[in-house]
């Protein structure tokens, strides 16, 4: 039998004797006592668990086959919901014992990039032994529990094979949230679909990022993290608020000493608390040994000539010129996109061209290069030799694009292309990918994923007031933003609103699309030039409103940004108290906000003084918004 006890898992032979007698003997019991806290149900066994504030609560129920429930503020946020994997014949979660917790904290601060500086993992980890009875089988469900949210795991010894048909964990919402969710579950790019999760129909596909707002106040995301050699997920609604996870593009796969993804519930009381969670990258492994040091790693703004006459934007010499076009604009790189190996007739010849537009390029401007990862990069030989070959020509990193599955070999792929480009040390980012899964912390050199409906689906203001609440609050995303000379895909924003994209929407890779001598001589050119992408401290102010405004402030060392944006209602005035700036202290406040003018959509620069106290209002068209800094003054 392919899962019949190997020389590993005999060792776990006398754990499984001990927990056959402990039930035995406690036979006249209705329930374990968990730690820290006991809980009773009528004749239902299980433990209870609490996050380290305890708004947050899980139950662990194992009598009937395991199930979990969470509640968040008292509540209940998800109902007793199955658990389990199907391998050939054996569902795992049923017909089990699980014992007692073995109970674990952990407190640890790291490094992120986006919208904050450092991130503290705080949580209590609960690793149940769990037995099988039909099989023998013994594995460990972990739960984590964090002030802002909660995950679970399946993991197996060391040695276990297994052919997984299907995994059976089960998220049966409560009644009456609002749920917004995708259907692309390919590439995160469909518009972003608002229902009351009662009515969700049966049988519904969608990408497994889902918001909920709950019917009690405050906010949920329901996602995965740190996927490895395991396939990514969809959910698959079962109506009435109940899902499923749904590997959509894989049949049944084989795994060896398997440890699964976590099922991620993210729980915040307010938009500010969602937005500026992490829990998805608490969840992922640690950063990789691999990195000696990350010296080399380094945000920052790219041109991007691809909109700009698709015919010739990514000619050799249309590349050439391009770049002229980049000084004292404050770029830090330029992608060479699709196109660049029908250059030549050989690859190697196309990359000489390539090496031509690398040693040409502005002082301090370095260059990516695009890989479609279906022309070589699964093939581990050819990936290889492939890093190697930009990094001696004198490429910082790789735009990886097309990939667009979650296959376990697709999942693979994400790893280790990562590592084998940190051994060359070249940053990468991630077109057409799967959602972000916390990749980012175990592989810094991961800079951004696509993986959002951006500017390439054209500029949409209602989709623009939604996506920082949904998407963006798991990690940056590359949006490819601000593109105001083209019609086609910024005709229904305001110029305003699209400066505002560039601190609403984070990416430590920012790719910007509009043409570079397009942003010379505007009134808003040393606003760019001089615009972080990597921020110390985010907030999300309080007259945000999901899928009607998105008003962000962010700041970088001394320096605070303002950005605002609105969807397709009508204009309104919009008046708010920078309650964030230092006390005692006068500002300079440069604004860029929506031309008075009726029908236009340029926007309009302003400065004044003001400080935390003052009342300052800006007036906001219609798919309109602003953008500003404040400039401390000297004392």
């Known amino acids: 039998m392919l899962y019949k006890p190997n020389k590993v898992m005999l060792e776990k032979i006398a754990l499984a004797k001990s927990i056959t007698a402990n039930i035995k003997a406690k036979k006249s019991h209705k329930f374990e006592t968990g730690i820290p806290l006991d809980f009773k149900s009528g004749n239902i066994k299980g433990y209870e668990m609490s996050s380290p504030d305890g708004n947050i609560t899980a139950k662990l129920y194992y009598e009937k086959g395991l199930k979990y429930e969470v509640s968040f503020n008292g509540k209940t946020v998800i109902k007793p919901s199955e658990m389990g994997i199907k391998i050939q014949k054996f569902d795992l979660g049923k017909d089990v014992f699980a014992g007692k917790p073995v109970v674990e904290t952990a407190d640890v601060e790291y490094e992120v990039k986006g919208k904050h500086s450092k991130a503290r993992d705080l949580h209590i980890a609960y690793r149940f032994p769990v037995h099988h009875f039909p099989t023998g089988l013994n594995y460990i469900v972990e739960f984590r529990l964090w002030n802002d949210g909660v995950g679970f795991r399946y993991e197996f010894p060391k040695g276990t094979k297994m052919l997984v048909e299907i995994e059976n964990t089960q998220i049966n919402m409560t009644e009456n949230s609002v749920c917004y969710y995708q259907t692309d579950v390919r590439k995160m790019q469909s518009k972003t679909v608002r229902e009351e999760t009662s009515v969700l129909p049966d049988k519904l596909q969608m990408a ?3 918001t909920f707002e709950l019917k009690d106040n405050g906010y949920c995301i329901l996602t995965e993290s740190n996927l490895d050699n395991y396939p990514g997920a969809a959910l698959m609604s079962e109506s009435e608020g109940r899902f499923r996870i749904h590997f959509w593009d894989s049949g049944k796969f084989f795994v060896k000493d398997c440890v699964s993804p976590w099922r991620i519930a993210i729980l915040a009381n307010d938009l500010n608390s969602l937005v500026n969670n992490e829990v998805v990258k608490h969840a992922a492994d640690p950063q990789s040994p691999i990195f000696e040091s990350t010296d080399w790693i380094r945000p920052g703004k790219s041109a991007w000539s691809y909109f700009h006459g698709k015919d010739t934007s990514r000619k050799y010499k249309s590349i050439l010129d391009f770049n002229t076009h980049l000084d004292d604009l404050g770029f830090d790189y330029s992608i060479i996109d699709s196109g660049w190996r029908k250059w030549c007739l050989t690859e190697s010849w196309a990359l000489r061209k390539v090496k031509n537009v690398i040693d040409k390029a502005p002082e301090g401007v370095d260059i990516w290069v695009w890989k479609s990862s279906a022309t070589g990069p699964f093939i581990p030989a050819y990936r290889r030799w492939f890093l190697k070959k930009i990094k001696s020509i004198g490429a910082v990193g790789v735009k990886l694009d097309h990939i667009e ?23 990468v980012i991630y077109h057409n990918p799967n959602k972000p899964t916390g990749l980012t912390r175990t592989y810094p050199n991961l800079l951004s994923r696509e993986a959002v409906r951006g500017l390439q689906c054209t500029a949409d203001a209602d989709e623009n007031t939604i996506i920082p609440f949904t998407r963006f609050a798991i990690d940056g995303a590359d949006y490819t933003p601000f593109c105001p000379s083209l019609p086609d895909r910024c005709a229904n924003t305001t110029v305003s609103h699209a400066l505002a994209n560039l601190i609403v929407f984070t990416s430590p890779f920012m790719t910007i699309a509009e043409h570079p001598k397009n942003l010379k001589g505007t009134v808003y050119q040393d606003f760019f030039r001089t615009l972080p992408v990597c921020w110390d401290e985010t907030i999300v102010m309080p007259q945000s409103s999901f899928g009607k405004l998105a008003a962000f402030a962010r700041r970088k060392n001394e320096l605070w940004y303002i950005g605002v944006q609105t969807n397709n209602s009508e204009g309104f005035e919009f008046s708010f108290t920078p309650y964030f700036l230092e006390d005692g202290r006068k500002y300079t406040l440069e604004l860029f906000s929506d031309s008075e003018i009726e029908g236009s959509k340029d926007t309009v620069k302003s400065e004044r003084i003001v400080t935390k106290s003052d009342i300052i209002k800006v007036n906001i068209k219609s798919a309109g918004g602003f953008a500003g800094r404040f400039i401390p003054l000297a004392d």
């Not at 792929?413 to 590592?419: A, I, K, Q």
């Open 405 to 427: 599955t979650e296959t376990q070999a697709g999942i693979n792929l994400y790893r280790r292309f990562l590592e084998d480009a940190a051994k060359n040390k070249l940053m």
């Open 208 to 210: 497994y990022l889902v």
